[in-house]
């Protein structure tokens, strides 16, 4: 699929942040992977994307001409949201049910505010219309779709919205998308240059708010994608430049241009993904199966899981609030980052975040305008972070103005010293940190002690060993180029088409029929979406799975079912009901073996394989490991210990804790009691002595 | 990190205060992750907190504001009344759910077990729920027409469940022998006690690193500094004398006698005293409240209206509040009064709460939200008599604060729940949704609109069905404030062949028809600021999204 493979080997995935582009570019008749950053373009990343490109041409040596493939995650989509940058849009829905919308499911996250911010409603009530028809659960028609009406005073309220994109959302249109399609044909041909998104394209599961949120957000998205992917493609073709561009979705996989443009709502989550991504592809050639991977930015922290090998996947997320029912990484994020400031309230409490300084004005150290210490402020009092060393030297850091806001904000209210109380600020971080990441795995049924710690993003390494040591993890992993590493993960990826139908059924022979015919249409449809992709027979895969649940239950466990033949038969959906039993014991603690289940939702992920080139391991810089001594504050005391430079480090290095490793874009501590060596991957592999803490 | 308690510094009391919230979450996720019935697992209707070794509530992780400060009331009620401490051992659980013991009403079972570390007592732990049913007259424990405690289910007085680490059997076949759905409560319940071993098992972790005397000292520090922001957040407050009243129409049995819920609440310096000898005497049906409840209304206005977003809940912020209430009032009930509906005068309690409040920082209290949980019932018989059940508990709209609009259909106050989807409704039993929107016009007008409530309908679909209603604010409106007007009242009415007649708002066993439709209206919130007062723009808009008709704005408006 991407021409010639010999003449355009060069594999490239971008990762576009709110501050920087993050580059890996991936040579495969040599295994060098490299890595490559330039600042984000926010008013057309594309710019940025071209231009990050060009530079990692010039510094590594390929032409543009030789890059074939380009995995490309991105923000835009969720930007475009939070932004509120989105084109005017009309909902369409059954009659009487106009308000679902805004209505939501209404349960408040804030239990104590008198003036709450509620979600937003992206559509409001004046361009919610209701369409005359009704579907019945099973998918009759009760009422059928009065087309006069909708071609009549519906169109004519309809234009004098302004609308430029239309999404419908009809009751049970999961189970019978006739009226939704109908709707969209007619619209189609009287208003030719409408957007419409069909909720029963987009996300045909039940529960019609969701379902509406999800199918809101699509339509609004597909001007704003549509809009950056033709400046993308304007800009390729330069200098030989015309690689296949493939978009990385939330559940991980990318996915086509033309299916980003019509179901761009697959992109909000993109993002992190690639972090994930990188943990499972890591867990593989580490030869560890469960990996938590934490990744600390300067606002968040987010915590996934790779568990015997597996990305966890949730079925639904959320951005800004509203929710998003599509495939997802599952993470769970909280607003801990280097950004978080530290302050002393009324009662004398030291409180770290949950307001944060953010990149603007930023911490103290920045010295723009920042004047409440936070915990990358905390980091460089203690001696953790080089103020000559930032991003690389880069960046100058202003330890008086830092020390001085320390001393007022924090130390002098507490009685204490500036240092200990950077170091108080810190011990409240990692002990917050640490709870979020054992409710990550508690919520599931497990533990700490049987996963090692991933650590990235550019605050993580100067958290990471303390948090383990917190939950009794015994091993943390710092992948090389932790600030690059979502771009990595995306340079092995696949791309994944997920389909789902609602249907509910109870899970009993009887229904074999229905699932059987089911089956039959989720897989022609992804096997045909691949095709159009260009995916050779050879390289498509098709993984089923169904929520379930126990009826009189109000929500579903997702369950894999990797032994369903074309026609599923009765030892198939045995086995598919037993690891139900199995998932929900493990999950909740409890099965019962004599409930009825049902199945709620059957799902495809038709998968096509991409090459997995192998990787070789970059070669050390030819320059000492050990930079020097740093006074680091420690326990009470300044001590002097070892600064590694983390590109020069050979496999014969050992480093003990305490000590700092150093790296262009990244720090790293290696707190006592903890040894650090490097492993397969060039990832620097810290274990506590006497294995768990 | 170790230090000895009376060198504890402001940081080990953080971490120390951060990882006992870890360890309330740990026990909240227990719950969720064990339990059986859906009104746990997805109305979340429960909770799991930390105690001091004198049952002062630490932390919390509190979803439903009824909860609030309500565990820690039991416990010392218990402590004091009910269960000798010395012979309490850390292998005991002590549950019970008597409204006369500590709690709220009988569907909600408290259990508590005490942690010792080196011999002493450091802490106990304590978990909260809502069980789907504790027998008496009606399905779920929420009859209507109750009129003493007794018809309303099974009451567990104080009991020693575990007893040196084994589940009295007599007393678990007892509860099981007096339930509907048994393997669904006692399922909860046994994810109750799981809870507590998981929450024991933290704080047993957390003493091996600290030390018992730092474990301690900790706990009265940070009682203590939530105490001292709270404080500072009172002295922030005018100094005076402010009262309010409101009222609930009725209790269901005596239907011409509202309920008066009067606040009498003087702020002096950092302190609050909360007099509520003028609410009206306990009433005859189930809508009476034990002083858990109440307390916990009190403590829910007077933490909102202190707005610090940093303020730590735990018995540190009740410190400086003072609670009057004789025994034998509405808000007091004496046994053996009914109780189930007691979220009614803890809804309106609250909005009377609000109200004495608004005089003292007017500008941050909100006018009258809805006040009210539309608790409905409906029991479908299909011609072979297999029956469904669906338990709705729909929502109005917030009242209108001084800087902005109330929010249109908002959990607010007393309660929080999520509604059940349309489609999952249909897809399950003989019922149709005919109609779930926004009800204009029932925000009530001002400089600020309330938000609005909604309008839901159900069609019977089935042979015959049954429905059960609590509802209130059919009478007394939402309040208006500061020239506010007030919000609409709701309405419960039959639809059949073709013609309207009104439900009593408090119904049980009320028989619908193949065909019948059921249509409840509920309250918007009240308005805030004179309607005059309101910008042309934002009326404006307000008429183009139909949250006001034209007529309104004409006649109510008056633009």
Sequence with gaps: MSGPPMERPIRIAVDIGGTFTDLQILDPRSGAVHAWKTPTTPEDPSLGLVTGVREAAERFGFALAEVGLLLHGTTIATNAVLERRLPPGALLTTEGFEDVLEITRHYRRELYAL?????????????????????????????????????????????????????????????????????????????????????????????????????????????????????????????????????????GGVCSLRAAAEQPARLLLSGPSGGTLAAARLAQELGRPNLVAVDMGGTSYDVSLVQDGRVGLVTQGEVDRLPVRLPMVEMRTIGAGGGSIASVDAGGRLTVGPRSAGAKPGPVAYGRGGVEPTVTDANLVLGRLDPDFFLGGSMQLDMPATRAAMAACVAEPLGLSPEDAA????????????????????????????????????????????????????????????????????????????????????????????????????????????????????????????????????????VRWPSVADVPDEAAL?????????MHRQRFSYADETAAVEIVTLRIAAIGRLARPPVADAAPAARPARKGMRRLYEGGAWREVAVYDREALTPHDIIEGPAIVEEAFATHVVARGWRAALGPAGALIARHEGGTP | MTAPGDRLGPIEVEVIRNALTAAAAEMDVTVWRTSRSTIVRELLDYSTAIFDAEGNNVAQSARIPSHLNSMGHGLRELLARHVDAAAWGPEDVVITNDPYCGGQHLPDILAFKPVEHEGRRIA????????????????????????EIFQEGLRIPPVKLVEGGRVNAGVWAMIRQNVRKPDLVMGDLQSQLASLDVGAAALRRLAARYGTEAMLEAGRRILDMSEATMRAAIRRMPDGVYEFEDFLDDDGIVLDQPIRLHVKLTIAGDGIEVDLSGCAKQVAGPVNATLASSQAAVMFAVMSAADDPALAANAGCYRPVRVIAPEGLVV??????????????????????????????????????????????????????????????????????????????????????????????????PLEIARYGLLPDSGGAGARRGGLGLVREWRVLSERCVLTANMDRFHHAPYGLAGGQPANRGRLLLIRDGREEPIPPKTDGLVLLRGDVVRLETSGGGGFGDPAGREAAALARDLALGYVTPAAARDVWRS
């Design chain 1, 423 to 558: 170091e108080g600020i810190l011990a409240v971080t990692n002990a917050n940190l640490g709870a979020a990441v054992r409710l990550s795995l508690f919520e599931k049924g497990l533990d700490p002690r049987d996963f090692a710690m991933l650590s990235f993003g550019g605050a993580g390494g100067l958290h990471a060993t303390d948090v383990a040591a917190e939950l009794g993890i015994g091993e943390v992993v710092f992948p090389r180029n932790p600030g690059t590493l979502s771009a990595y993960g995306m340079l092995f990826s696949d791309l994944v088409q997920d389909i789902a139908r609602s249907r509910m059924m109870p899970a009993v022979p009887g229904s074999l029929p229905a699932l059987a015919a089911l089956l039959a249409e989720l897989r022609g449809e992804g096997a045909a979406r691949l095709a159009r992709d260009g995916v050779a027979p050879a390289d498509q895969f098709l993984e089923a799975a169904a929520d379930m649940r126990y009826h009189g239950q109000a929500f579903e466990l997702l």
């Design chain 1, 115 to 251: 003036a709450p911010d509620p979600p937003p409603v992206l559509v409001p009530r004046d361009r919610r219309l209701g369409v005359r028809e009704r579907m019945r659960a099973d998918g009759s028609v009760e009422r059928t779709l009065d087309e006069a009406h909708l071609l009549g005073p519906l169109l004519a309220r309809l234009d004098a919205t302004g609308a430029e994109a239309v999404a419908v959302c009809l009751l049970h249109g999961y189970v019978n998308p006739a009226h939704e399609q109908r709707v969209r044909d007619l619209l189609a041909k009287a208003r030719p240059g409408l957007a419409v998104s069909l909720a029963s394209e987009i996300s045909p599961e039940i529960r019609e708010y969701e379902r509406s949120s999800t199918t809101v957000l699509n339509a609004l998205l597909v001007p704003v994608v549509r809009a950056y992917l033709e400046r993308l493609e304007r800009r390729l073709g330069e200098g030989g430049f015309q690689p296949v561009v493939l978009l990385v979705q939330s559940s």
């Design chain 1, 574 to 582: 045995a086995r598919l009901v037993a690891d139900f039993h199995a």
């Design chain 2, 332 to 429: 007091n009930a004496r046994h053996p009064a009914p109780v189930a509906h007691r979220i009614a005068v803890g809804h309106r309690l609250l909005n009377a709460l609000f109200g004495a409040l608004h005089q003292a920082v007017p500008e941050r209290i909100p006018a009258a939200y809805y006040g009210n949980s539309y608790v409905c019932t409906f029991q479908t018989v299909a011609e072979d008599g297999s029956r469904e059940v669906l338990v709705e508990i729909e929502i109005g709209g917030s009242g209108a604060h001084p800087a902005k609009d109330g929010v249109n259909t908002y959990a607010s106050g007393m309660h929080n729940n999520a509604n059940i989807p349309v489609e999952m409704i249909e897809s399950q039993m």
């Design chain 2, 124 to 147: 106990f732990v304590g978990t909260l729920c809502h069980h789907l049913d504790m027998g008496g007259l009606a399905a779920g424990s929420y009859a209507a027409t109750a009129t």
